[in-house]
């Protein structure tokens, strides 16, 4: 039994995961949202989970290190400076950040690393993701892993080839490019797709999320994973041993 701490708990994630720990066996030690004490949250809990926003993770990583206490941060929109401050914590505690707390989508990503490796330059990437009408950022935080995850396959930086948004007379695709259309609509939890394009094949990697439970249930996993473990930066990647 772990202690969970949700940062975020109003947002559908942070009440996603509020419901689902009964049900795994784990407590739910509170939940803070905008404008709480984030630290009184850390000293009552074994683990915090942040889905919060971008502009309270300074405040949730001190938090963590002042409790002596592991992070999972799902928290999406991050910038190169988050990241930044997210190394520099995970030298005093256990941080697991990434941008989709799906078991699937993390096995994806391997195959996605696995299927780039072995494929040459002439077989264009495209990555393709449509998620609900509220959502803010985009391309989403889960479609950046995935491109993260096809750049490592190549030995190449996601910043160096990464294309978005084209519109209007773009000339001729970029040789080694990897790129983001982002869809939204409606009410979708989330649907990625990888797209592989050869000459005369294409080969298609995707996941649907049916319900948000799903990311809740691997936020709870990667919770219980990271308690008790090392200082240092961790994926969900090192929860399923990939």
Not at 31 to 54: C, I
Not at 112 to 132: F, K, N, Y
Not at 167 to 176: F, I, L
Request: glycine share 14%; aromatic share 2%.
């Amino acid at each position: 039994m772990v202690r969970i701490g949700i940062v975020g708990s109003e947002g559908r994630m942070g009440q996603a995961i509020a419901a689902i720990l009964p049900e795994l066996g784990h407590e739910l030690a509170g939940g803070v949202d905008k404008g709480g004490d984030v630290a009184r949250l850390a000293d009552a809990s074994d683990v915090l989970v942040d889905f919060s926003s971008p502009g309270s993770l300074e405040v949730n990583l001190h938090a963590a290190i002042g409790a002596g206490i592991p992070l999972v941060i799902g928290t999406t929109g991050l910038e190169e400076r988050h990241h930044r401050a997210i190394d520099d914590a995970a030298r005093a505690v256990p941080i697991l950040q990434t941008g989709n707390t799906s078991l699937g989508i993390t096995l994806l990503s391997h195959l996605v690393q696995e299927a780039a490796t072995r494929l040459g330059e002439d077989w264009d990437i495209e990555i393709v993701e449509m998620h609900h009408r509220h959502k803010v950022d985009a391309p989403s935080g889960t479609a950046l892993l995935l491109g993260e995850a096809a750049a490592r396959g190549r030995g190449v930086e996601l910043a160096e080839c990464r294309e978005s948004g084209r519109d209007g007379h773009t000339g001729e695709r970029e040789a080694g490019a990897i790129g983001f259309a982002a869809l939204r609509g409606g009410t979708v939890a989330g649907e990625h797709s990888v797209i592989m394009a050869g000459s005369q094949e294409r080969l298609t990697f995707s996941h649907s999320a049916e319900d948000r439970s799903i990311f809740a249930r691997g936020a709870a996993r990667a919770a219980e994973w990271l308690a008790g473990r090392e200082p240092g930066r961790y994926t969900m990647r090192d929860v399923l041993e990939l």
